[in-house]
């Protein structure tokens, strides 16, 4: 592959498409990765028909393998396999590495370990169309965004676990361990046992605004919550305007046009009113013990239009945050440089989230993303005010302090 790509990065980029597919549902094992390999070497990376071509041959062992292929292949690409590639194409495979791991020159040493473990790939949309507002594309740009949404959407929060696994030198001293390995040589203390604790998934938890007032932004979030629950488990997603709806089980469904299909019909009341207080009192009290008893990372996606009771809104939302680990209130209307928090919901609501956050451009998705991948740290308080940089429809930096007293 060294030869195909002039410096074997293609290879390494099949692999993480190999790794898409397994888990999109394709068996595509080492073998057959290692045959992608060597036919990708031989047809080239100029044209992606003829490279998708190879690859379906080597990966796809069903005929209801191929349409998932093409999907995940798209996504990889940047764009469907049918598509004759724009002018300058890059000889990488027309993918590019996220900046955030060092896209020109590799990872860098400077990042996080999650950050630094593989290389994340973007898929290559057109720049203009990731800063423009979801509410202003036309039907054709939605189609191009949402592969480049269900691509963002692999993340996952993390927390420490209580067990504790072997470490590497500079971790904290196995005091157990260390004796249990002393007792295999008569009690001397021959080694000393180093461990880390491990990581765990926390568990997320989506609810999202399907109103009249969200109908321009409703497709295109909802494929991100889709995309969401494709990823590890540990998703429970729900969607509301006059009552709440779980649609954790459609959403499981891997072909997106099903599952989007599938939660409208799951789903009554669409493009209706809002009753946000009452959907989140029905979650607590039907669904508490079941999505808040490991305290969640909280996502609520709405522009905050209530109709009911704000008092109602805030006392929901005063005990949904005691049970979350952080409370996210993503809104889509921040895209607006006018935009203020003067509805009746925002004003209830604002007290009580740990950060207000844009949902309205791909861009603002990203961003999202990396809020819950960086979950595992402690928690802030509550944001009293909505920051400057929010208001120009920018995500702002965390609020810190201590953690609040539970």
Known sequence: ??????????????????????????????????????????????DPGRLACALRCCWCHAHADLDLFDRVFATWWGRPPSAPPASGVPTDGGVRLHPAVGGEGGP???????????????????????????????????????????ALATCAPERP????????????????????????????????????????????????????????????????????QQGPGGVETFVFSTRLNRVTHQLRDRDPSRALAAVGGAAPGWAGGTRIGDALHELLIRWGPRVLSHGPVTLVISDGWETGSPERLAAA?????????????????????????VTQGMRAALPHVDLLHPVHTLDSLEQLVGVVERARHRRPLAQASLSGSARSGRAGPEPVGPPPGR
């Not at 592959?1 to 390494?12: H, Q, Y």
């Not at 397994?22 to 992608?36: F, H, M, Q, S, W």
């Not at 203009?128 to 594309?137: E, M, Q």
Request: charged share 25%; net charge positive.
């Open 317 to 341: 939302l005063q005990r949904l945050r005691r049970s979350s680990w952080r409370l996210v209130w993503c809104n889509p209307l921040m895209g607006d440089p006018d935009f203020a928090p």
């Open 108 to 150: 860098r040493d400077d990042l996080p370990p999650r950050a630094r473990r593989e290389h994340r790939l973007e898929p290559s949309a057109d720049p203009g169309l990731r800063a423009v507002d979801f509410g202003h594309c036309s039907p054709a740009e939605l189609t191009e965004l949402a592969g480049a949404v269900a």
């Open 161 to 228: 676990g209580r067990r504790r696994r072997r470490g590497p030198h500079g971790s904290r001293i196995d005091w157990p361990g260390s004796q249990r390995l002393a007792l295999r040589s008569g009690g001397e203390w021959l080694r000393l046992v180093r461990a880390r604790p491990s990581v765990r998934r926390r568990p997320l938890l989506v609810l999202c605004d399907t109103s009249g007032s969200m109908e321009r932004y409703t497709r295109i979030l909802l494929r991100f919550c889709h995309a969401l």
């Open 1 to 46: 592959m060294r030869d195909a790509d002039g410096g074997g990065g293609l290879a390494g980029q099949l692999v993480v498409l190999a790794r898409r597919l397994r888990k999109a549902g394709i068996a595509v094992g080492p073998g057959d990765t290692l045959l992608g390999l060597r036919a990708a070497a031989a047809v080239g990376v100029g």
